[in-house]
């Protein structure tokens, strides 16, 4: 079945016409699934949410919406194709614009178009093109000029085929979803419990199901392998949802074990710790807990899956309720991550920080604010700030006469982000000295903490960071899995559970967390093409791994370009699943790369892409 939608020129990699230079008389959608923009893209999954009481049989459960869990799903559909059910299933709402801002580099590229060439096309259209950093003293500001950092994208291009790219975290998620068909990502819906089920107990567990009085479908082979209960959560931060005493304990507790940074800083090991072996220890519990909690049934999703696929964060619980357990090691420092715009600095009545005014660039500029001395990414504290203009081509033409102040107007075209990480006994000297209100536990309150720790910075950065919104404030304790626990069997359980991302080494924040989550992906769809849905596909994926991880995360942040520039993985689509006349994965290489060079040259010179919806 081939679906048309003439009239309406979409921005996806699905649609032929959108991407393919030579591509008149392609005037299908790849793989049948039309995705539209990002707005409808959020609509669409809010309107998919589950009914009440739904129990849900599914092949593939995938715990996580992020990068690592939406690319896992986008190379799994890519190779088992429609005749498997595949969902993913995210706690979290999509009203973006929060988080942290990632580079996806050279390997992490490689990856997607491993996946999916259009999607990482997408990727250059919107994401945020690197010119390069400004190293600076963090007390006086002066520039440090021999540490000056510049990019040549298109030289990056011609060496390696890809040249690094930004883009906010939550925005870099609309692209991945977008990979995947209608139905498959269902928001707001968070793990409470995972029980791995066995061939004694599948008819109890099946009754014990009817008995609730939701219809379950057909089980086909009788090899489902997990059960998991799914807590409804709010479609978005201002719903206005009641919540009694015992779900505000558990919100609570939530946020520690997420090692989200509330409450006093001081006692955020203990926190941590205290929280972690509540609920390690809980096991299969999870019921009578969250009756306790009062969580109501209604308020419950049921899921059985026949494999299971963790991309659940630091935290796993997908790795502490069937995985081994282990816990990731908190480290000594904490971290912050904030947006602002220009309507946030005029409200504020200030600009810019010295460094980032009179770009004349259509990209990204970066200035690090660092102790003399240290370099920039490797600094014991440091901070990040960056201004960058945005590529789309469905919305604005890009920055005028090459001057980035100039899409100020345009909204979202311009936007400025930071990054800023201390030692923790650094923030809790800060605190000290700081007001009660600054110490307390109210998210409001971070970014207080921050200006607090941080209050020696030049008094242009102070303001800059002063002039976010809360709201767009996200504050955490970092977090990593000591690499002497990668060892067989730590990402499986032998029946049917794998894990990625930071589920399975989750590390520093050091530019590679993301791009090792999304070669995860890339591995894992090439090794089930290879060996099917199994135990064997699954072994060979840590197998194929570990060896990787340990080399990236053991060799220093100066010293990893040809780890990063070395990647390859082999292509998950032949040349006929492009929207192009194409033979073989080579030409289809070939295509994709002249794609990204087209785009990119295009918007370096700030050329608005003309997407002709009839593909001329």
């Known amino acids: 079945m081939i679906t048309k939608f003439p009239q309406r020129p979409i921005r996806s990699h699905i649609y032929a016409k959108n991407c393919c230079p030579n591509r008149a008389q392609h005037s299908i959608y790849y793989n049948r699934w039309p995705v539209r923009d990002s707005r409808e893209i959020i609509c669409r999954n809010q309107m998919l949410t589950m009914p009440k009481k739904a129990i849900v049989d599914v092949d593939v459960a995938v715990v996580g919406g992020g990068p690592a869990g939406l690319a896992a799903a986008a190379a799994l559909q890519r190779v088992v194709g429609s005749s498997m059910a595949i969902r993913v299933f995210e706690a979290r709402t999509p009203s973006g614009e929060r988080g942290a801002t990632v580079q996806v580099d050279v390997n ?153 940074v509330t409450g006093d800083i001081g006692e955020m090991q203990a926190l941590v710790e205290t929280a972690f072996t509540a609920a390690a220890s809980a ?136 990054y800023f990480r201390a030692r923790l006994e650094d923030v809790e000297r800060a605190l000290q000295e700081s007001p009660a209100d600054v110490r307390e536990g109210d998210a409001s309150a971070a970014l207080q903490r921050v200006l607090a720790t941080f209050r020696d910075l030049p008094p242009d950065v102070i303001s800059f960071l002063a002039a976010t919104p809360p709201r767009r404030v996200t504050e955490r304790r970092l977090c990593q899995q000591e690499l002497d626990r990668l060892v067989p069997g730590a990402w499986t359980d032998g029946q049917g559970m794998v894990l990625l991302g930071d589920a399975a080494h989750a590390w520093r924040p050091d530019g590679q967390g993301t791009n090792l989550a999304l070669e995860d992906a890339a591995v894992l769809g090439e090794v089930v093409r290879r060996f099917g849905l199994g135990s064997q596909a699954f072994s060979a994926f840590e197998e194929a791994r570990m060896p990787r991880i340990k080399e990236v995360c053991n060799t220093s942040y100066l010293h990893r370009a040809k780890l990063i520039n070395k990647a390859f993985f082999t292509p998950l689509w032949s040349g006929r699943d492009l929207p192009a006349d194409l033979h073989d994965v080579h030409d289809g290489l070939q295509w994709s790369r002249e794609r990204i060079h087209s785009i990119v040259e295009a918007r370096l010179n700030n050329a608005r892409l003309a997407v002709n919806p009839n593909g001329r």
């Not at 480290?331 to 920080?353: H, I, K, R, S």
């Not at 460094?355 to 901070?383: D, H, V």
Request: hydrophobic share 35%; with cysteine; aromatic share 6%.
């Open 108 to 260: 992490g590229l490689r990856a997607i178009e491993a996946i999916d060439p259009c999607t990482v096309h997408r990727l250059y259209e919107q994401g945020i093109l690197r010119a390069g950093m400004s190293i600076h003293d963090d007390v006086t500001g002066e520039r440090m000029p021999q540490r000056e950092i510049h990019h040549d994208m298109m030289s990056d291009l011609e060496k390696h085929g890809h040249s690094g790219v930004m883009a906010q975290w939550w925005a870099l998620t609309e692209i991945l979803e977008g990979a995947l068909p209608p139905g498959v990502v269902h928001h707001g819906l968070k793990l409470l419990e995972c029980v791995a089920l066995h061939p004694q107990s599948e008819e109890s567990d099946r009754a014990e199901l009817l008995d609730s009085g939701s219809e379950c479908g057909e089980n086909r082979d009788s090899g489902f392998r997990y059960r998991l209960t799914l807590q409804r959560c709010g479609t978005d931060e201002g719903t206005q949802e009641s919540k009694g005493a015992g779900s505000q304990k558990s919100e609570r507790q939530e946020q520690v074990i997420a090692s989200e």
């Open 283 to 418: 096991g299969n519990g999870v019921g009578d807990e969250m009756a306790a909690e009062g969580i109501e049934a209604s308020d419950r999703v049921l899921v059985r899956a026949k494999w299971l696929v963790g991309a659940d964060g630091y935290y796993s619980r997908v790795r502490r309720q069937v995985g081994d357990g282990s816990a990731p090691t908190p480290l000594g420092d904490v971290v912050w991550w904030g947006t602002v715009n220009q309507q946030d600095l005029d409200v504020a009545g200030t600009t810019w920080p010295q460094p980032l005014l009179n770009l004349g660039i259509n990209a990204a500029w970066s200035a690090c604010y660092c102790p003399k001395g240290q370099f920039g990414p490797t600094a014991l504290r440091l901070g990040l700030i960056m201004r960058a203009s945005f590529g789309d081509p469905a919305a604005q033409a890009l920055t005028v006469e090459g001057k980035a102040s100039q899409a100020d107007g345009n909204g979202a075209l311009a936007g400025g982000f930071w």
